[in-house]
């Protein structure tokens, strides 16, 4: 037995006070895998990778995003668990912990609970539109192969502000609800275990999807680039998309890394999970372009992409009805996951910060993301004509929290492990009971961490937000 005492429970003096409280970590390596996962997959594999891959050309943008996946978010994923599994505390708290000088590199948790709040403040919609499919599905009226019929569906739900802000309630309150009672554990359990479900049925659809006439020209969108497409933006939307498929740039990881058991070996854990999210994302890649062209949707549609396209490979397939109820309802749990790792953010903040009940923090998120959220919601409705930088409220938090926030994250949280940290701590943290495994790797990693990853999301960011001129 390999396991120690530190390993199942780790106990922990919390900062400044004399009492000691017990941190809960996970039981198994394994665990710690599905678990990382379970933040990983959610919305960002089944709708905004397939509808970046639309807009960003198909191939060429997948290309793009692999290699940040790779060359940056590899490196920050192991960053940010590197971190927190030395300092044992909230993403605050860890690099409070771990910043030897005075310069403030907590405020990088800072960034994160305003990148937090913004990314629910969409994610909640979408989740509701997942919500409300799970009704359309069974009502089997959208199943259509006529792009008219379930642009139509769609249409009916998102221009209408009740509804739309009905269903983003709806979500909040289960995910409000979960953290509330505090079952997020056993939900965590749950979701993980459905995602190998998520997958299978994932292939089921890709398969449909392959098989449909003149599926061909969907698989070439996928694989063959066309590198004339690489714009400044395309290359902003690649990275970013690897920050937000991974759940790095803004402390959640760090939150992750400090349950990590002292054995767990986290450059091997950051490939896997890096390599299954991804894996996922392709397939939803391949459940949907094929009947794209097939039936003649337009792939850069946008956010709508996956509900306007899905339910055509699902009326071309016999029981269409019930699988779509399945997916739809996977969809949702998986999103739940990754919900609960994003709102956990701010609710132990103001938690810990403010000395607020858990049960009165949740609530006060929840109602501030519905506020908030309600200008995402009603994006495609009442306020369909305020701009903001060209964007609706919508599209501004999609497009600012993966493009902006979480870079400008992973850029700190690179500059401090790579220039402040340093070799020697970074080595250590990656240490698993006095013995460092795949030191090559983990100094390719530290290479990557100093030199490569900053100045890559660094120049993407600068040359995406039109500083080296159009
Ligand atoms: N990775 C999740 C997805 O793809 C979204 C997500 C969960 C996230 N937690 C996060 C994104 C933290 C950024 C930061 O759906």
């Known amino acids: 037995m390999e396991a120690s005492s530190t390993d199942g429970k780790l106990v922990e003096a919390s900062s400044g006070k004399t009492n ?5 970590g996970f039981s198994t390596r394994l665990g710690v895998l599905l678990a990382t996962l379970g933040s990983a997959v959610g919305l960002g594999n089944i709708w905004k990778f397939p509808y970046l891959t639309g807009t960003g050309g198909g191939a060429v943008f997948i290309i793009i995003y692999m290699i940040s996946v790779l060359l940056i978010g590899i490196p920050v994923l192991v960053s940010e668990h590197a971190i927190g599994r030395s300092a044992r505390a909230n993403a605050i708290d860890s690099m409070r912990k771990v910043s ?8 990088i948790g800072a960034l994160g609970f305003l990148a937090a709040f913004f990314i629910m403040a969409f994610y909640t919609e979408v989740a509701g539109w997942v919500l409300a499919y799970v ?8 199943l259509s192969t006529d792009s008219n019929v379930t642009t139509e569906a769609f249409n009916s739900l998102v221009t209408n502000p009740g509804l739309s802000v009905a269903w983003q309630v709806i979500d909040l309150l289960i995910v409000g609800g979960i953290l509330m009672f505090g079952v997020s554990k056993g939900i965590e359990r749950v979701t993980k275990r459905l995602i190998p479900l998520l997958a299978i049925l994932l292939v089921v659809v890709a398969i449909r999807s392959l098989t449909l006439p003149g599926a061909s020209a969907g698989l070439e969108f996928l694989f063959k680039p066309d590198f004339s497409k690489i714009t400044a933006s395309t290359l902003l939307a690649g990275v970013g998309l690897a920050f937000f498929k991974l759940s790095i740039g803004m402390g959640t990881m760090i939150t992750y890394g400090s349950y990590f058991r002292s054995d767990q070996n986290i450059p091997t854990t950051a490939v896997r999970v890096a390599l299954a999210d991804m894996s ?12 794209v062209f097939a039936y003649g949707f337009q792939p850069n549609a946008g956010p709508s992409l996956v509900f306007l396209t899905i339910p055509s490979v699902f009326a071309s397939m016999p029981a269409g009805n019930i699988f779509m109820v399945i997916f739809f309802i996977l969809t949702f749990i998986a999103s739940i996951g990754a919900q609960v790792s994003l709102l956990e953010v701010p609710i132990s903040l103001v938690n810990e910060k403010f000395n607020l009940s858990r049960k009165l923090s949740t609530a006060l998120a ?10 995402a919601a009603l994006s495609n409705s009442l ?3 305020v701009k903001i930088f060209g964007l609706t409220f919508f599209d501004l938090f999609d497009f600012t929290t993966s493009n902006i926030f979480l870079p400008l994250g992973g850029f700190f949280i690179c500059i401090f492990v790579g220039w402040v940290w340093g070799k020697k701590n970074f080595f250590a943290a990656l240490t698993n009971n006095g013995e460092l ?4 790797f983990v100094s390719v990693l530290f290479f990557l961490i100093r030199f490569v990853s900053p100045v890559l999301v660094l120049l993407v960011l600068l040359n995406g937000l039109g500083v ?3």
């Open 280 to 291: 996922i994302a392709l397939l939803a890649g391949i459940a949907i372009f094929p009947a």
């Open 383 to 385: 306020l369909a004509n």
């Open 437 to 440: 495994h795949n030191e090559k």
């Open 366 to 375: 929840s109602f501030t993301l519905i506020l908030v959220g309600s200008l």
């Open 468 to 470: 080296f001129g159009k």
């Open 20 to 24: 000691f409280k017990v941190r809960d």
């Open 135 to 142: 009704f359309k599905a069974f009502s089997a009226s959208i």
């Open 100 to 107: 030897p000088n005075k310069v403030p590199w907590w405020l």
